[in-house]
């Protein structure tokens, strides 16, 4: 209980911090991606909005590897945010992906995908993130932790309502 009580403090300051703020405790030597993991999280968030009325998400490929990078960035950096280790939000990375599309992203450390996706459901923002359905396309990166579990990125875009 005391794992999830900490991810739900630095999921809840990462919205506030910059990402250096937020240390993992250590940096992991060797990270590497778990597309089982993936696709069992993207099959989630698609069943979620299901269940609910809202479109499935069409998993794309730019953002399945912008959603990777990021997960490994905070593995190998040691930091939980929505920054990356370069300082980019998660607009400055994605947006260059989809010029013209709305963009969000979901971030957590858990020690199984059913714990991340729990976290997701449990917490309003991420669950509008979830359920936009401006969102049309999904991309999600899973990277080992060491003995924290996994980082999960959920990244989403839509076409934007702009002209």
């Not at 069409?58 to 593995?75: F, K």
């Not at 945010?81 to 858990?110: C, K, M, Q, Y």
């Not at 899973?142 to 702009?162: C, K, N, Q």
Request: aromatic share 8%; charged share 15%; glycine share 10%.
């Amino acid at each position: 209980m005391k794992c999830v009580w900490m991810v739900a403090v630095a999921a809840w300051l990462a919205c506030c911090l910059p990402a250096s703020a937020l240390p993992l405790g250590y940096r992991v030597g060797m990270s590497t991606p778990d597309p089982g993991q993936e696709d069992c999280l993207a099959a989630l968030v698609n069943s979620a909005r299901t269940s609910r009325g809202v479109p499935v998400l069409v998993v794309n490929g730019l953002l399945h590897g912008a959603a990777r990078a990021h997960s490994r960035d905070m593995a190998l950096g040691g930091f939980f945010g929505h920054e990356d280790s370069a300082g980019r939000s998660f607009a400055d990375r994605l947006v260059p992906l989809a010029r013209t599309w709305i963009v969000g992203e979901n971030i957590a450390v858990a020690r199984s995908v059913d714990q991340a996706h729990a976290e997701f459901l449990g917490s309003a923002p991420h669950l509008v993130n979830m359920l936009d359905r401006r969102f049309t396309r999904l991309g999600v990166g899973v990277a080992s932790v060491g003995l924290m579990g996994y980082a999960y990125t959920e990244d989403f875009a839509g076409p934007s309502m702009m002209p």
